[in-house]
């Protein structure tokens, strides 16, 4: 998988990838990491990518022009996405993760201030996608969210891929409590059933315990789950 960032910060999200598995990611050629700083395209020569608002307004809105001529410039691979970070977008889910899985290349485009201008929209037509109903200064913080739970999707990023088809949300609930040694802390024990070697008691055990922290917090998720699992 190639992630292709257009960022004006590229050091946040370079820095991000040097760490834990990221980086193990990234140096095993799971994934590749490219940023482009639409700074760099500018025609103006004080560097200047945003600028006030047409009709009036608080702050500023990105330029097309460097926004525009900075995603030209990264060369696109055949099965590619384009993906632009937005409050208004498609909630990231763990659907959409696993379809964006299925590309080689997602390019990304960060906001920051007011927004983008709404012909960079037009012209490139991105996907636009949200990591919920909130506002962040800049789209850097998506975008690394965005990279990460893709990555795990990917074959070879973690130890074991089974590990992601274990995570929260992969079967519509949320992930089982873990354990590990000792089996008694400060008077917490480790629940019998996952010593006795039993396998399909175990599984049993660990299904019911993702439906009762579902159903307490997540209800609208364990209401999605019934209906769907209706047998």
Do not use: W
């Not at 960032?5 to 040097?18: A, D, G, M, N, R």
């Not at 001529?69 to 691979?77: F, G, Q």
């Amino acid at each position: 998988m190639r992630f292709d960032v257009l960022t004006l910060f590229p050091e946040f999200i370079q820095s991000y990838c040097e760490f834990s598995i990221m980086k193990r990611a990234k140096e095993g050629d799971v994934i590749a990491l490219n940023t482009v700083n639409p700074r760099d395209f500018t025609e103006d020569k004080h560097k200047k990518v945003d600028d006030t608002p047409y009709g009036g307004g608080a702050g500023m809105v990105l330029m097309p022009q460097p926004y525009i001529d900075a995603y030209d410039s990264v060369e696109k691979l055949e099965n590619s996405i384009t993906v632009m970070l937005s409050p208004q977008g498609e909630p990231l889910s763990e659907k959409l993760v696993l379809d964006l899985a299925k590309y080689d290349q997602i390019v990304m485009l960060c906001g920051h201030y007011e927004g983008f201008d709404e012909r960079i929209r037009d012209i490139i037509k991105p996907k636009e996608i949200s990591i919920g109903d909130f506002v962040l200064t800049g789209g850097e913080l998506p975008a690394l969210c965005l990279m990460d739970a893709v990555s795990r999707k990917i074959e070879g990023t973690l130890g074991k891929i089974e590990s992601a088809h274990d995570d929260s949300f992969s079967n519509g609930l949320l992930e089982y409590p873990h354990y590990t040694k000792p089996r008694d802390f400060r008077g917490y024990k480790v629940p019998e059933v996952l010593l006795n070697g039993n396998h399909k008691e175990i599984n049993e055990f660990r299904l019911a315990q993702q439906i009762e922290r579902t159903k307490s917090r997540r209800p609208d998720l364990y209401e999605k789950y019934l209906k769907e699992n209706e047998d």
